[in-house]
C-alpha cells in the first residue's frame, strides 16, 4: 500500500489546515493520521474506519480536528481548526491493513506515507 500525505504548511495560532491522504489500496480497512514533533514520539491524531467511516481521536484534539474519507476519491482527510503552537510536527497518514479496531500504536499500522510538516506560529 503506499500513501501520500499532503497539504501541511505555516498557518497562524487559531488558524485551520486541510491535510489529505492518497493511498493506493482499497482494501486497507484503517486509515490512520500520526504526527511527531522534534524530539517527541510520534503519537496518533486520529483513524478511521475506511467500510463505515466510523473515527477515533486523541485527547488532544478536542474537537478541533475532524477525519473524514472520500470513497470516490480514494482520499482521507484531516481538518484541523483552531490550530495551537502545539500542534506543530510532521503529520503522517498510515493503513491498517487489518481490523483490529482503530488502533492508536503506531506499530499497528503497516504502511505509512512521507509526512507533511505542519508548523503554528504566534
Known amino acids: 500500500v503506499q500513501l501520500q500525505a499532503y497539504g501541511g504548511g505555516l498557518v497562524q495560532a487559531g488558524g485551520s489546515l486541510s491535510l489529505s491522504c492518497t493511498f493506493s489500496?482499497?482494501?486497507?480497512?484503517?486509515i490512520g493520521w500520526f504526527r511527531q514533533a522534534p524530539g517527541k514520539e510520534r503519537e496518533f491524531v486520529a483513524g478511521i474506519r475506511w467500510s463505515s467511516g466510523s473515527s477515533e481521536y486523541a485527547d488532544f484534539v478536542q474537537g478541533r480536528f475532524t477525519i473524514s474519507r472520500d470513497t470516490v476519491k480514494i482520499k482521507v482527510y484531516l481538518q484541523m481548526n483552531n490550530l495551537k503552537l502545539e500542534d506543530t510536527a510532521v503529520y503522517y497518514c498510515a493503513a491498517d491493513p487489518q481490523d483490529f479496531g482503530i488502533r492508536r500504536s503506531r506499530y499497528a499500522y503497516a504502511y505509512w506515507g512521507q509526512g507533511t510538516q505542519v508548523t503554528v506560529s504566534s
Open positions: 489500496e482499497q482494501s486497507t480497512k484503517i
